[in-house]
């Protein structure tokens, strides 16, 4: 399949900031409910955020609450994720995903993924 693609990884310093951002060219997108997961070297797929069609619902992890912000621009078909204060538990492959439910899209992820970009904490 291959619609959705993440970019805007990078390696970054303990406490830095990082943008991520993922794009799906399907004409589908304004409908659809995105969100974003991680996956440590190791570690299980783990839940980061999620963001419904039109913005009226949002869901973080406990671990990233007041520190990263999702937000979306359906004009672009972008969804991003703002990410402040980054810590060495940080460092990941972060996943893009979506589904035409938010309840799916904020717990198991959706029925499309993202290949992942790279995002390296390190002092």
């Known amino acids: 399949q291959g619609q959705l693609a993440e970019s805007g990884g990078d390696l970054v310093q303990p406490g830095g900031s990082l943008r991520l951002s993922c794009v799906d060219s399907?004409?589908?997108?304004?409908?659809?409910?995105m969100g974003w997961f991680r996956q440590a070297p190791g570690k299980e797929r783990v839940f980061v955020a999620a963001?419904?069609?039109?913005?009226?619902?949002?869901e973080y992890a406990d671990f990233v609450k007041g520190r990263f912000t999702i937000s979306r621009d359906n004009a672009k078909n972008t969804v991003y994720l703002q990410m402040n204060s980054l810590k060495l538990e940080d460092t990941a492959v972060y996943y893009c995903t979506s589904d035409p439910l938010f309840v799916t899209v904020s717990s198991r992820g959706g029925r499309s993924w993202g290949r992942g970009t790279q995002v390296t904490i390190s002092s």
């Open positions: 963001i419904s069609w039109n913005g009226g619902m949002i």
């Open positions: 399907r004409p589908t997108f304004e409908s659809l409910a």
